[in-house]
């Protein structure tokens, strides 16, 4: 009896584990998966990527798996705001010194903030501390003061594609510069 008892939580605590976790797109370049931060949040995906709306209180959202940090560039990921109940989105990189689930963050980095009605390219370059061997990328947002909830389609999150490499710019116009040494 005390075997199935058992088996049975196993088997309810994997449903639940598994019940806010996104099985991540394989043609999808940017981190994943992703699940919620917390379950009063809504989480989708669509044609354009991830749509989140999230619930009042301290900064919700969404978060990827433990990712290791060999040979990591930057993160870039595209937000836009659309509800004016959330005050402000941004990515955070948090950084792990194990590469588990039981491991504690040692240290994180957030992007500048995107406001509502900006659509904007957010890259967070890597910068762990010394023990670090891991990192997680959250996608976040907080709402204004008095704002119980966002709309469900509240922040738009797209994998982002890192700036070129800028070329030469043009020639100047003007034959005074130059004439400059």
Request: aromatic content about 4%.
């Amino acid at each position: 009896m005390r075997r199935i008892l058992v088996l049975v939580a196993l088997i309810l605590a994997l449903v639940q584990s598994t019940a806010f976790a996104d099985p991540g797109d394989p043609d999808d370049p940017g981190p994943g998966p992703f699940r919620r931060t917390t379950p009063r949040a809504s989480f989708e995906r669509d044609a354009g990527g991830l749509v989140v709306g999230i619930p009042n209180g301290r900064a919700w959202g969404i978060q990827s798996e433990l990712h290791p940090i060999d040979g990591a560039g930057p993160v870039t990921i595209r937000l836009a705001v659309d509800d004016p109940d959330v005050a402000e989105a941004f990515v955070r990189v948090a950084y792990y010194e194990r590469l588990d689930a039981r491991t504690r963050q040692l240290e994180t980095r957030d992007s500048p903030f995107v406001r509502v009605g900006e659509d904007r390219l957010v890259t967070v370059e890597l910068a762990p501390p010394a023990r670090a061997v891991a990192y997680r990328v959250r996608v976040l947002g907080r709402l204004v003061p008095g704002a119980a909830r966002s709309r469900d389609d509240a922040i738009r999150v797209r994998p982002g594609e890192p700036a070129a490499e800028r070329g030469r710019g043009r020639p100047s116009l003007t034959r005074l510069e130059a004439d400059l040494p």
